[in-house]
């Protein structure tokens, strides 16, 4: 089946630092990718749309400035959060569609990030 | 108002219980329906999918759909330890294109106990 991989799964960061999130489709091209946010016992909440060669379309209140997205080929997107405050502290998790079935997100195993 | 409204519960049941999952939504201009599973500080895979109105069913998972009332459910039959999760609705006015934005419900915790 599809895998979608994260890296790092977590990691703790110093207020002010910036942190880089990489998701990466190990068997299929993902012509999309989704980074979302999921706050402890809450629901995802999309925080943007990476198409492939193009810039990211992110969702309202979400400030592009500080997490910056690139999707570079049709196997990784990047997630850097800039500046990093306490409040950030979430768990990230990205998704992938496959070009081939339009209707499947795969989602990646999360990355746990702590700004201490 | 949210989209999508999902009891967070938790709910507890017996092993071997038929468990009931629901979601409420707002917008009817939604067609296409997604049940995820997410284990404990895992990321969430697709459970079924079902596109309009309508029930579809693979091994002891069945999902509905109904639109007229806006409710979408999924039934777990044979509930197994295995099962506890959290069970997350999603759905989606398109998925063509750039607009396969996905509105996830809140989640419901599911704890099976043998």
Redesign the interface.
């Known amino acids: 089946g599809a895998v ?1 991989s ?1 890296h790092p799964s977590w990691v703790i960061c110093k207020s002010g630092t910036s942190v880089k999130i990489e998701c990466r489709s190990l068997d299929f091209q993902a012509t ?1 990718m ?1 980074w979302y946010r999921q706050f402890p ?6 925080m943007a ?1 990476s ?1 492939e060669g193009s810039k990211a ?1 992110y969702e309202q209140g979400v400030e592009k400035d500080k997490f910056l997205i690139n999707h570079a080929s049709l196997t990784l997107s990047t997630l850097t959060v800039t500046s990093a405050h306490p409040e950030d502290s979430s ?1 990230y ?1 990205c ?1 992938a ?1 496959d070009r081939r079935i ?9 990355t ?1 990030l702590t700004v201490t | 108002q949210k989209e999508v409204e999902q009891d967070p519960g938790p709910l507890s049941v017996p092993e071997g219980a038929i468990v009931s999952l629901n979601c409420t939504y707002s917008n009817s201009a939604f067609q296409y329906f997604m049940w995820y599973r997410q284990y404990s500080r895992k990321g969430p895979e697709l459970l079924m999918y079902t596109y309009s109105s309508g029930n579809k069913e693979d091994g002891r998972f069945t999902a509905q759909v109904d639109k007229s009332s806006k409710y979408i459910s999924l039934f777990i039959r044979d509930s197994q330890p295995s099962d506890s999760a959290t069970y997350l609705c999603a759905m989606s006015t398109s998925l063509s294109g750039g607009y396969n934005k996905l509105i996830f419900g809140a989640g419901t915790r599911l704890a099976v106990h043998p």
């Open positions: 979608v994260q999309t989704f016992k809450q629901s995802l909440m999309l749309t198409n379309t768990f998790i998704s569609r339009s209707y499947e997100q795969y989602f990646g195993p999360g746990r």
